[in-house]
């Protein structure tokens, strides 16, 4: 499977002569609609592989927000790969879209406080909860296997570094820049590290603050010296937080639920053959590109790759 990538024939790039491409990876999908699309899948992929492949067919259990696109989207993994799957969920909340559609794919889901949560780092405890599954499930410890919050298991980041060599075939060359956003750095971390050092990289992350950097070169840390950077100036806010324009009146039921449903409106994307976006990770992504074309920071007869990683919108 690979995604698309498309023109973007935009008025400020044209301006700034610059040719810009979105990598369509809210298209790499099996799933078309569900949140299993675009770096959700690519993170999951060698996890997924695994157990299809696996003699006796384990169980996967992982962890997530009540509002995450990775509950979403293992969920519908489970379903869409008939693999048995249980999320561990943060908070009190027992009903929302988001967790309606994870049960509906048939994974069952745990609430748990934000305290015991935080434990989920702690191996003890995860070997506890393994037992526990284990036991209620009646299959042997060793096929309940856990998948990190946000699907960043080992060979997670390689397998989301694989969508830069498409971009290079496709393109037909080596792209000037790629741009693309983060959340907890691990996609960047495989792109970065599949990437030619003629690219420069581009990292928006979605979240505030400065220890993206930090967090990037924790997935993959041979990445220190590479051609890339954090641009930390369009996270709006916080993470999943954005200006209200963005979401449109008919999705708006859903909008308050970060992750879910919502449209980008900033207008002039909206005119522009641009794809839909979604505001906690996208939207921000597209919005600081286009800023940064207009201040003319990328070198003029230059190529631009924004990937679009998915999510709902
Ligand atoms: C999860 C997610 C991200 C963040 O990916 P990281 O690998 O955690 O940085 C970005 N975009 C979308 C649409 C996502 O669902």
Same mark, same amino acid.
């Given at each position: 499977m690979t995604s698309p990538l498309q023109q973007i024939r935009h008025p400020a790039a044209k301006k700034a002569d610059v040719e810009l491409w979105c990598k369509r990876d809210d298209l790499y999908t099996a799933a078309p609609g569900t949140a299993l699309q675009g770096n959700k899948v690519r993170k999951l992929e060698p996890v997924i592989l695994a157990a299809l492949a696996a003699p006796v067919k384990p169980l996967l259990f992982s962890f997530g927000g009540a509002f995450s696109n990775h509950l979403s989207a293992i969920a519908t993994a489970g379903r869409v790969y008939n693999l048995p799957v249980v999320v561990f969920v943060r908070g009190e909340e027992a009903d929302n879209p988001v967790l309606d559609q994870a049960r509906a794919d048939g994974a069952e889901l745990i609430l748990i406080s934000r305290s015991e949560y935080r434990m989920k780092g702690n191996h003890g405890w995860l070997l506890a909860k393994r037992e526990e599954i284990a036991a209620r499930y009646g299959i042997?410890?060793?096929?309940a296997w856990p998948v990190p919050e946000g699907g960043s298991a080992p060979g997670a980041a390689e397998s989301v570094g694989k969508l830069y060599l498409e971009i290079v075939e496709e393109l037909g060359s080596v792209p000037d820049y790629v741009c693309l956003s983060a959340g907890t750095g691990c996609s960047a971390a495989g792109v970065i590290s599949a990437a030619s050092s003629a690219t420069h990289v581009e990292v928006y992350p979605a979240?505030?603050?400065? @220890?993206m950097t930090k967090e990037i070169i924790g997935f993959l840390p041979n990445i220190e010296g590479k051609n890339w950077s954090c641009i930390?100036?369009?996270?709006?806010?916080?993470?999943?937080?954005?200006?209200?324009? @963005?979401?449109s009146e008919s999705n708006l039921s859903r909008s308050t639920s970060p992750g879910t449903r919502a449209l980008a409106l900033i207008a002039d994307i909206g005119q522009s053959g641009m794809p839909p976006l979604d505001p906690v990770y996208n939207a921000k992504l597209f919005y600081g590109v286009l800023d940064r074309i207009r201040k003319g920071v990328y070198t003029r007869g230059s190529t631009v790759v924004v990937v679009h990683s998915g999510g709902i919108y």
């Open positions: 042997a410890k060793t096929s979240l505030k603050g400065d @220890w930390s100036d369009y996270h709006f806010g916080g993470y999943a937080r954005f200006p209200k324009e @963005w979401v």
